[in-house]
Nanobody, 124 residues
Framework: QVQLVESEGGLVQTGGSLRLSCAASGRTLRNSGMGWFRQAPGKEREHVAGIRWNDGTTKYADSVKGRFTISRDYFVNTVYLQMNSLKPEDTAVYYC?????????????????WGQGTQVTVSS
């Protein structure tokens, strides 16, 4: 069992920045993949960014490449999502999640543990 606790999101203006964190506890994250997802009203949950815990290999959705950065602190079991150049279309509830074993698949169905979600709102 893994517990995931996300930091608070917030309200930012277009072009602004925000950093989310997700602290994991409960068992080792070794050999896992951790990801950030988001879900806007009326839309399906989508993958935003993922990271391989062991070596930090990352993967991004095309919509956020060059603007968002996922990273992890191996020693405190925390993953971060740095979001820059935010746009109104980035407005959503953001979730972190973890796989049981890393496979490179960061689809929502591949994740087994989820955080509670945090609201990010980008005003125009």
């Amino acid at each position: 069992q893994v517990q995931l606790v996300e930091s608070e999101g917030g309200l930012v203006q277009t072009g602004g920045s925000l950093r989310l964190s997700c602290a994991a506890s409960g068992r080792t994250l070794r050999n896992s993949g951790m990801g950030w997802f988001r879900q806007a009203p009326g839309k399906e949950r989508e993958h935003v960014a993922g990271i391989r815990w062991n070596d930090g290999t990352t993967k991004y959705a095309d919509s956020v490449k060059g603007r968002f950065t996922i990273s992890r602190d191996y020693f405190v079991n925390t993953v971060y999502l740095q979001m820059n150049s935010l746009k109104p279309e980035d407005t959503a509830v953001y979730y972190c999640a973890v796989t049981r074993v890393y496979s490179g698949n960061f689809s929502p169905g591949a994740m087994v543990y989820w955080g509670q979600g945090t609201q990010v709102t980008v005003s125009s």
